[in-house]
């Protein structure tokens, strides 16, 4: 007895399938919903696109597959980015040496690590809000002020 199972694939729209086109070039799902969609409001695109990528993750993901970008592949990336160094030059002197030598260093490049940090995080979904460079301090005056009573 076969047990095979298989999925079948969603009967994508025109509109859906321009929006994909035009999201696997750019990149920009919120573009690609202005454009397809012609909405003029920004926020609207953005519900539009975050509603069809929901939508169309399955033929998104055949799309890369078939392109050769499995999990495997990203997560191997997505290592690799995690371990960015970069190449600085220092001078290096040694007690026995009569002079200044030029070297160069590998150190670790926080920034790109960052990005691909931000990057995993979006893909498992623990993406956190936006830091702001806001910091709220309460005081209370009356102390600081030594009104207190």
């Avoid at 007895?1 to 969603?10: L, Q, Y």
């Avoid at 690799?80 to 002079?99: F, M, P, Q, W, Y």
Wanted: charged share 25%; proline share 3%; glycine share 6%.
């Amino acid at each position: 007895m076969d047990k095979t199972i298989t999925t079948k694939e969603p009967k994508l729209t025109l509109k859906q399938k321009r929006f994909l086109k035009l999201y696997l070039e750019t990149g920009n799902g919120t573009k690609s919903a202005l454009a397809v969609y012609n909405c003029k409001d920004y926020t609207t695109a953005q519900s539009i696109a975050s509603e069809n990528l929901s939508k169309l993750k399955n033929p998104i993901k055949a799309y890369m597959e078939a392109n050769g970008l499995d999990l495997g592949r990203l997560m191997g990336v997505l290592d690799d980015g995690l371990k960015a160094n970069r190449v600085i030059s220092a001078i290096k002197t040694d007690k026995e040496a009569t002079g200044a030598t030029a070297d160069f260093i590998d150190v670790p490049d926080h920034a790109v690590r960052h990005k691909y940090l931000e990057t995993a995080s979006k893909w498992l979904g623990v993406e956190t809000s936006q830091p702001t460079n806001q910091v709220n301090i309460q005081v209370n005056a009356n102390k600081f002020f030594g009104d207190d009573k």
